[in-house]
């Protein structure tokens, strides 16, 4: 029998609707059912394509003897951490506090007034290395709650106090200036695998945001050692099972420090950011490699992750069925000495294993192997590997497809929509920026209400019922941006404003300027979330300082570049300590510093030649955060169009930044050079 949450959105919740867990979803009926039965509510945290969540279920909420359990001693509440990044974030920070770490699932225990007493990730359904089984857990729960009610709401208590005084008050501070950049980089520099590429150990999270700033920096002062990060970066994940060698796209992150074996789910989200990152290195070195993984990274979103309505979908599963009825993680990526021969014949599956570093031993578990680049001597016949290639990724496809997970996140489609415009413009694929168009549609028509009020999340084209976040508002915004920059539509601009006017106006704190990642007239929570570092995607406060700054230059609005400034106060407060946390903002910051550059390009009549070379041109130039508008003579589509004339009757490029102007060029190659690139 299905519980309450067959009539929800999220593919992640209605995963558990079979389950026999009476599961409510996060609603104020809930905790009212739990203050009416006088029991405390299970919170229990996760999403689509996480391996332990589906472990968790599977051991536990399916189990009858659990869930009867459950039922009778608690109101149980599932949520689905991206669909309610909200509720996730203000529990997850209690549980960092408590315990020293997270993760999901996440396991929290709450008193009727939402107020957490207890955490924990992932339980066992028997006791194993140290930690208590589920039933354990449940039973301590229960008596404590029963026995020693008094010491449960203490605790509790103490734990909301303390979560309230952890308000940030950073907005109020200075912009970073040279000095705290100079200290980021020198973090960054100490922390750097220069064997391997990357930041720190395992497990090694691909730092898109990092490399953005790394490049931007790069673009500004002309620093070596910069670019050499981002560039071996880029190179090793590139080259690693990280990377899908086959069908592209990137996975969330390696167990290993050398990039081998992946933890196979693909976000979103990821992709999106390593699409651009690869693109602006391509731009930046004209490297063949940045080209081709931005183009299949690309490539992969609008093939396995685009929906019927033109959206992006949140996630590709890490386990897939196995061919033996069992779901396993990786099975649908993996490959073996044997299996390379059943596709390919023995003289090419002996090339491909050399190739691709297909190993009788394997990488991965069970003598299987994740699909590599090594570098190698010598040179291969590059027709034979691409028709390898192909003959592999079609023979994968008819192996059991890893699941999707569906729903379209605001947030990440602004991502997206960003990756996509600039990568089309760039390698002039006009099909990808329909796709970025297309998915930009999808967010006006379907997420925004007539108020430009912003919904998180969408399935099916069905509008789901939570608010959008500070990370919606702004990444969708920075999407917009940069469709205006590579289309020349103002209605683009125009949208990112309205969403700009509700982050001003709802989600900033007008005293300091810092910034919260849910609107005022938001559900309250036990702590209204605050959270300035970059993790997976940008912060909320990142991404707002950049689309703020990026809206000002096109359209001079000194009250947004206000906003932006007072928004960067926490970049130099942790730019400096903390810079693999903070890469959006201190990218950010590098446009701040160099402008950013506004440029203009006019010409006589739509779809001019010269008009096109030029406002290619100013594309593709590496100046940090440059916004630029294209247009004819007399349009009026997009502010820094007024007033620019054409000299000779030539199409003509006008560069501004601090209320300065260059002279105006009809000469690409001068705008080149004014531009970088």
Not at 429 to 446: H, I, Q, T, Y
Request: proline share 5%.
């Amino acid at each position: 029998m299905a519980n309450r949450l067959a009539h929800e959105t999220s593919p992640y919740l209605l995963q558990h609707a079979e389950n026999p867990v009476d599961w409510w979803p996060w609603s104020a009926e809930a905790f009212e059912e739990a203050r009416r039965r006088g029991v405390p509510v299970l919170l229990s945290v996760g999403y689509s394509s996480c391996h332990w969540c589906h472990v968790m279920a599977h051991e536990s909420f399916e189990d009858t003897g659990t869930a009867e359990y459950l039922n009778t001693h608690f109101v149980n509440i599932k949520v689905d951490r991206e669909e309610r990044p909200d509720v996730d974030a203000v529990y997850m920070e209690a549980v960092q506090a408590a315990t020293g770490q997270g993760g999901w699932p996440m396991t929290v225990f709450l008193t009727p007034d939402a107020e957490p007493f207890y955490f924990g990730t992932y339980f066992p359904p028997a006791p194993r290395h140290g930690m208590p089984s589920f039933r354990q857990v449940l039973e301590g729960v229960r008596a404590a709650w029963a026995d020693r009610r008094d010491e449960v709401a203490e605790v509790a208590g103490r734990i909301v106090r303390d979560l309230a005084a952890r308000e940030l008050k950073y907005g109020a501070m200075d912009v970073p200036g040279e000095e705290e950049i100079a200290q980021a980089l020198l973090g960054l520099t100490r922390e750097y695998d220069a064997s391997r590429g990357g930041f720190g150990g395992a497990p090694k999270f691909p730092p898109s945001m990092v490399i953005e700033f790394l490049l931007r920096h790069h673009a500004r002062t002309g620093s070596e050692g910069a670019l050499q990060m981002a560039q071996d970066t880029c190179e090793r994940m590139a080259r690693g099972g990280i990377y899908d060698q086959l069908g592209g796209g990137f996975a969330r992150y390696s167990v290993d420090r050398d990039w081998v074996v992946p933890h196979f789910e693909k976000m979103l989200y990821d992709n999106a950011l390593l699409c651009r990152v690869y693109a602006h290195l391509w731009r930046a070195t004209g490297s063949e490699l940045a080209r081709r993984v931005a183009l299949e990274t690309a490539d992969f979103m609008v093939r396995e992750l685009r929906t019927n309505e033109g959206g992006f979908a949140s996630a590709l599963d890490a386990d897939s069925e196995d061919g033996s009825g069992r779901h396993v993680e990786g099975a649908y990526y993996v490959w073996t000495p044997d299996r390379l021969a059943e596709v390919l014949g023995d003289d090419d599956a002996q090339l491909a294993a050399h190739y691709f570093g297909v190993t009788e031993e394997g990488t991965f578990e069970h003598g299987q192997s994740v699909l590599q680049l090594p570098q190698h001597e010598g040179v291969f016949d590059a027709e034979r590997v691409e028709s390898i290639r192909r003959r592999l990724f079609d023979a994968r496809s008819t192996r059991p497809a890893p699941g999707r997970d569906d729903k379209v996140v605001a947030a990440w489609n602004g991502l997206a929509v960003a990756a996509l415009a600039e990568t089309g413009a760039y390698f002039e694929r006009p099909d990808l920026v329909e796709a970025a168009v297309a998915a930009a549609d999808l967010l006006v028509r379907v997420h925004l209400d007539d108020h430009a009020r912003l919904s998180r999340t969408s399935k099916d084209g069905q509008v789901g019922g939570n608010a959008g976040v500070l990370e919606d508002y702004a990444d969708v915004a920075e999407g917009f941006l940069a469709l205006a920059s590579v289309t020349g539509e103002g209605v683009w601009l125009a949208f990112a404003g309205f969403l700009l006017d509700h982050v001003l106006t709802s989600f900033t704190d007008e005293e300091s300027g810092a910034l919260y990642d849910t609107a005022a007239d938001a559900e309250r929570l036990i702590r209204r979330p605050q959270d300035p570092t970059d993790n997976a995607t940008p912060s909320g406060w990142s991404a707002a300082a950049g689309a703020l700054l990026g809206y000002a230059a096109h359209t001079g609005s000194e009250r947004h570049r206000t906003a932006a400034e007072r928004a960067l106060g926490v970049v130099k407060a942790l730019g400096p300590r903390a810079p693999r946390f903070i890469g959006w903002g201190l990218a950010t910051a590098e446009a701040l510093l160099d402008g950013p550059r506004e440029v203009a390009v006019v010409g006589p009549a739509a779809g001019h030649p010269g008009t096109k070379a030029l406002h290619r041109t100013a594309l593709l130039g590496t100046a940090p955060g440059a916004v630029v508008a294209v247009g004819t003579v007399d349009s009026d589509e997009l502010p820094l169009l007024a007033d620019r004339p054409l000299v000779g009757g030539e199409p003509t490029a006008y560069v501004c930044r601090n209320f300065t102007c260059d002279a105006p060029t009809t000469d690409a190659d001068r705008l080149r050079a004014v531009l970088g690139g």
